[in-house]
């Protein structure tokens, strides 16, 4: 393939891409179920039999390079959630976040288990957990876009979704590396010995313990670089240069040295650089340029492309898994931190609406699927059901949300200023 060949299908994914993400915002949803949409009607070109239009959109080197662009985008994509991550909120929410967050991690995963668990076999342990971590993520972009627009996001409700989501994704995170790590050692059981690149459970638990603890070192001490540079010249192109050759070395060492993987290094290097900077905004927004202009939407558009025949070749055993999974996904978010935040002493309404915030899904659990994927512990036929959790709660989220608040005013309105009845 020549080298030009790759900019056809380049075009393409960004053009429709942008058109489909356009088309999602106007229906109240994310720009990247529109990008998830282009790359489905892309892959079903596949089934147009023209030499000419399979050879230019979907032969071997093309799919080869898109996959390079797309783990680019991936990791572009977790290093900005890092550095928008505000560790202030932790703090500010304190006991009531933590709580929401377990129990919106517990929930679920138990539920994500027992689905795998009732249709894989309970023996598949590892697998089985696997299933369940992907529920595991969420994504509030579209819950904090509907609390700011009416006016609530900075209520201790708003304020314990944001918090709550930033604690979910590192535990999801780092529950995703623990199961990662595990099938990496369990494939190379046959190795013997502390071979350091042949790794084994109790290995696993020593990597990814010194990963964190050399990273966030390693971290304090490039901020603080990072902290001079800003002081001598603020703005300068040189600081989001080096906080994304900083992004990649964390993802690459991350994966290959520790076995954890790289977008968790990507995202540590995000909250390490992010936060108490400066110039974080700055940074941010640099990054959010180029990957949304460019990488993120191959990202997505490729998961479209290269799963659009596991729509066709799912078996009525995993259809009838992928519709328990779907509801186990959905149900465990909603409960779990709606029970969360009713135990923290929040209204019977204002927990509903902490479990419907945190029952989204987008970007994250996709990137851990793929993992799941890419490990071998999970099936390619699980993405059109992951695809649906995604478009079911960015769907359901905003409608419910907005009606919850709107019958709460209409009961004020009733009741009138002083608890009696509305004036005529």
């Not at 290093?79 to 703090?91: M, P, Q, V, Y």
Request: glycine share 10%; proline share 4%.
């Amino acid at each position: 393939m020549e080298a030009f060949e790759i900019l056809l299908p380049l075009a393409l994914i960004l053009c429709l891409g942008k058109l489909m993400g356009i088309g999602a915002q106007r229906f109240g949803m994310p720009a990247v179920i529109g990008m998830l949409v282009a790359g489905i009607l892309i892959g079903l070109l596949k089934y147009i039999p023209w030499a000419p239009l399979q050879n230019a959109l979907f032969s071997d080197e093309v799919a080869y390079v898109l996959r390079v662009v797309a783990k680019l985008g991936v990791v572009l994509i977790m290093f900005s959630a890092g550095l928008g991550t505000n560790l202030k909120d932790l703090k500010s929410t304190g006991v009531a976040s933590i709580v929401i967050t377990s129990l919106g991690v517990i929930f679920p995963m138990l539920l994500g288990f027992l689905a795998a668990s009732l249709f894989f076999g309970f023996e598949n342990v590892l697998q089985n957990l696997f299933y369940g971590a992907i529920l595991t993520a969420t994504s509030v972009s579209v819950t904090v876009a509907v609390l700011k627009e009416l006016g609530k996001l900075e209520s201790k409700m708003g304020t314990s979704i944001v918090a709550a989501a930033v604690i979910d994704d590192v535990i999801g995170i780092v529950i995703l590396s623990v199961l990662t790590g595990f099938s990496l050692g369990t494939e190379s059981g046959a190795a013997t010995g502390w071979n350091w690149f042949e790794p084994n459970p109790i290995l696993v638990v020593i990597k990814i313990v010194l990963f964190f603890v050399i990273f966030i070192a390693v971290g304090v001490l490039l901020r603080k670089g990072f902290d001079i540079m800003e002081r001598k010249r603020p703005h300068d192109r040189r600081i989001p240069i080096l906080s994304l050759a900083a992004c990649f070395v964390y993802a690459y060492c991350a994966e290959k040295l520790f076995g954890v993987a790289d977008i968790t290094g990507a995202y540590l290097a995000g909250i390490l650089l992010g936060g108490t900077l400066s110039e974080t905004p700055y940074v941010e927004r640099k990054v959010d340029e180029m990957g949304y202009l460019f990488f993120s939407p191959v990202f997505f558009a490729n998961i479209g492309i290269a799963n659009i025949d596991y729509f066709r070749q799912i078996d009525l055993q995993f259809l009838a898994f992928g519709c328990v999974y779907v509801a186990a996904g959905l149900l465990g978010k909603l409960l779990g931190c709606g029970l969360g935040a009713k135990m923290c002493k929040f209204s019977t309404a204002d927990s509903l609406r902490v479990g419907l915030g945190m029952m989204v899904r987008a970007e994250v659990v996709l990137i851990c699927t793929e993992k799941g994927v890419a490990s071998g512990l999970v099936s390619p036929g699980v993405y059109p059901f992951v695809i649906l959790i995604i478009l079911l709660s960015s769907i359901l989220t905003p409608i419910l949300i907005k009606r919850s608040y709107a019958r709460e005013e209409k009961k004020l309105l009733r009741s009138g200023p002083a608890g009696g009845s509305a004036p005529d």
